[in-house]
């Protein structure tokens, strides 16, 4: 049964694998265009912060944006797995927040993120 | 762009009574505040969440005083885009109203300038580039809305984010229809 474990990870780890490969940064960018663009763009501060160079940035540090001191004083990074769980549920993710907007649909968290990961 | 339907103008009055309703509303809400602790974190949730619709209605209003100073809005597109900015300073005021009902303080505008940098008012050369500026604001501000509905502990509060989304979509089809564009397919377009 114990010999079974490592073969179980690789298999989480190859579906996780798949599952990233597999997101789609085109659909991505439709949804974000669609749900986010309300109060984000890509290179300015809106009601929300800019996105760009957002992948493998400390939370809370986009120039110029007045962040929540939760969102300032946490110490994410983020990546697929942290923006993730950020679009899953941000106040579970940092509370105290101030974004009441959530992306339900992993899937469609998977494409934004990917979207997201090109905006550089 | 004679497509477009101008709807008379509400009077300040009968925008005054509306808020009264609203705020009567927003009141029982913060009946809640009296039951403890809890209940005053949730509301501070729910004041968060409003600031952020705030700051959405101040970039409304700026986008529509950026568009009709820019001298390429025609009548009547130019009287409707007056009319959309005079909702847009009526969800505000009420907003801010519920804001500080609720006990917090209602975020402030930005200035012109600031709202002109960031929505690139200075790339607009048309009358449609005006309205695609506008169609783009008001449908995500339809979807921001749509979106936070869940998010907000109390239910008045959540049937005022749906009011204020159906005002956006107004704005959006006729913009949309301004725009020469064909009504979205199938149903359910918003929020998704």
């Known amino acids: 049964m114990r010999k ?99 992306v339900p649909d992993s899937l469609d968290r998977a494409d934004i993120i990917e979207y997201l990961r090109t905006a550089r | ?23 009567i509303a927003m009141l029982a809400g913060k009946e809640a505040l009296a039951a403890g602790h809890a209940a005053a974190q949730m509301d501070s949730k729910d004041v968060d969440i409003l600031n952020v619709a705030l700051g959405l209605e101040w970039e409304g209003i700026n986008a529509y005083t950026l568009g009709a100073q820019s001298g390429l809005l025609q009548k009547p597109v130019l009287d409707t885009a007056v009319r959309f900015q005079a909702d847009h300073k009526e969800h505000a005021d009420t907003l801010a109203g519920a804001i500080r009902k609720l006990g917090g303080k209602p975020v402030e505008p930005k200035s012109l300038n600031d709202y002109a940098r960031a929505l690139k008012a200075d ?19 339809t979807n921001a809305y749509l979106g936070v509905i869940p998010a907000f502990k109390s239910p008045a509060l959540a049937q005022v984010a749906a009011r204020l989304a159906a005002d956006e979509v107004m704005h959006w089809t006729i913009l949309n229809s301004a725009l020469g564009r064909p009504l979205p397919a199938g149903g359910m377009p918003f929020g998704a």
């Open chain 2, 1 to 23: 762009m004679n497509q477009v339907i101008v709807p008379g103008r509400r009077g300040f009055l009968g925008g005054t009574a509306k808020l009264s309703a609203v705020a």
């Open chain 2, 123 to 141: 790339t607009l050369k048309s009358q449609a580039d005006v309205l695609n500026l506008a169609a783009r604001l008001e449908l995500g501000a």
């Open chain 1, 4 to 102: 079974s474990l490592p073969w179980a990870c690789a298999a989480v780890l190859a579906v996780q694998a798949s599952f990233s490969s597999g997101a789609d940064g085109a659909r991505g960018r439709q949804l974000y265009e669609s749900r986010c663009i309300g109060c984000h763009s890509i290179e300015d501060n809106r009601a929300g912060p800019a996105h760009k160079g957002v992948f493998g940035r400390k939370a809370g540090m986009a120039k110029g944006f007045d962040y929540s001191p939760a969102l300032k004083s946490s110490k994410l990074i983020w990546n697929e797995r942290t923006l993730d769980r950020w679009l899953a549920n941000p106040e579970a993710t940092i509370p105290g927040q101030k974004m009441g907007f959530s």
